[in-house]
């Protein structure tokens, strides 16, 4: 690879492209032409091969992994009176849903790895703790048995927030398996366009828990006894009875039609993305203005996202201005996350002592995703490996230490 300087005349980059393929597409067609749309024999389906992937024995499709989040809280009874420890660095909604069943969340500052950190976990609990919720970012696992055995001593629920880690592995097992000697009490995923498969839009949530995976299907759908898929399919019987308000959370047929292909490509995408990671880190070792994101435990990352950390005290920018001249230079590209305490609806909770998370503060304000996804073609990915390396060089603080700056052996 070698740099051409400003890349305006190149074609944009996007940050993100779906990849959707013609299985999809006819999936999708004969759904279309079933007359059956919505939650029926392949929401059936996509939710038993989903949970033959995680290794979990139970799994509901929703649509979202905010309503994964959401029923899950709910069917354990977290509610008023109790706090749920989770992450700053992450999207919204992880805290929104502790917030929709009455509790109060706590946050814990993160490591290295821009994951909770069990210690910062740990120091936060308090007598009205019930559970922790844990973020796996951009597919990296958080240290799981730390946080399993803290909360087996402490007599708490484990919900984690799985929405990046679709095809990650931890401890020689999926994200999201309920075998072995721990394991949490529901996992949430998502299918949003830019995950790792996708609906469109729309989520699961597994358990190794029966009592919990019955009480979440029901919650799904109004809190009635039987879905209109089990009411048409036994002999059309009209009857239900509503056993508890319950939330409009189902998915669709013809989301869930994308979705079993999407999953049976999974493993592909995933290597794809592991190997663009990879050119992005050979291509940008040694560079001493950029650090490359962590790896995980080996393969076990699935590499939903790409985030470089910017060193800004080797560079005469700020994150945003690199950001700006990526984009100048036809690069797409994005921050995860926003830390919660800089929400204007958050601040004044997360600006609390027991809420500081100086870490997480630290890491967004030099963090920048770049284009990672399985169509992402050679030729664009060094094209955005070039731009990198022309921002450093046009604007590090030791200019001439960077002569050879764009160039990869």
């Not at 803290?150 to 919900?159: D, H, K, N, S, T």
């Not at 828990?209 to 299907?217: E, I």
């Not at 560079?315 to 036809?330: A, C, H, P, S, V």
Request: charged residues 20%; negative net charge; aromatic residues 8%.
């Amino acid at each position: 690879m070698t740099g051409h300087g400003d890349r305006t005349a190149k074609a944009f980059v996007p940050f993100h492209v779906p990849s959707i393929g013609e299985e999809e597409i006819q999936e999708v067609v004969a759904t279309l032409r079933s007359g059956w749309l919505t939650t029926g024999e392949r929401t059936a389906r996509f939710e038993r091969e989903y949970a033959e992937y995680v290794e979990a024995p139970h799994a509901l499709a929703v649509n979202s992994c905010t309503a994964g989040l959401h029923l899950a809280l709910a069917g354990l009874n977290v509610g008023p009176g109790d706090e749920v420890i989770t992450t700053p660095f992450t999207f919204c909604a992880t805290v929104n849903t502790i917030l929709h069943v009455g509790a109060t969340p706590v946050l814990a500052d993160i490591g290295a790895d821009g994951n909770i950190d069990p210690r910062s976990i740990e120091e936060r609990i308090t007598p009205r703790t019930r559970a922790i919720m844990p973020v796996h970012l951009a597919g990296i696992p958080c240290d799981m048995n730390a946080i399993w055995r803290l909360a087996r001593e402490r007599g708490l629920y484990v919900i984690e927030d799985a929405a990046h880690a679709t095809g990650s592995r931890y401890g020689g097992r999926p994200v999201g398996s309920c075998a072995g000697e721990f394991s949490s009490d529901a996992v949430a995923w998502s299918f949003y366009a830019t995950k790792n498969i996708t609906t469109g839009e729309g989520g699961m949530v597994t358990t190794g828990n029966a009592d919990l995976a019955a009480r979440m299907r029901v919650l799904c759908l109004h809190g009635i006894s039987k879905d209109a898929w089990n009411r048409y399919a036994e002999n059309g019987s009209w009857y239900y009875e509503v056993l508890e308000p319950g939330f409009k959370y189902n998915l669709s047929d013809l989301q869930s039609a994308i979705g079993i292909h999407q999953l049976r490509k999974a493993d592909r995408f995933i290597e794809a993305r592991r190997s663009r990671a990879a050119m992005y880190s050979h291509w940008f070792r040694g560079v001493e203005e950029i650090e490359t994101p962590p790896e995980g435990r080996g393969k076990d990352n699935s590499w939903h996202i790409y985030a470089l950390r910017l060193n800004l005290d080797r560079l005469t920018i700020t994150r945003n201005q690199f950001m700006d001249e990526l984009k100048r230079r036809g690069v797409g590209a994005s921050v995860h996350f926003i830390p919660v305490p800089l929400h204007p609806f958050f601040a004044d909770w997360a600006g609390k002592p027991e809420n500081q998370c100086p870490r997480a503060m630290e890491l967004w304000e030099r963090s920048v995703s770049l284009p990672l996804y399985p169509g992402l073609r050679d030729e664009q990915a060094e094209a955005v490996a070039e731009a990198v390396l022309d921002i450093v060089k046009a604007n590090s603080r030791r200019p001439a230490a960077l002569a050879t700056a764009g160039t990869a052996q």
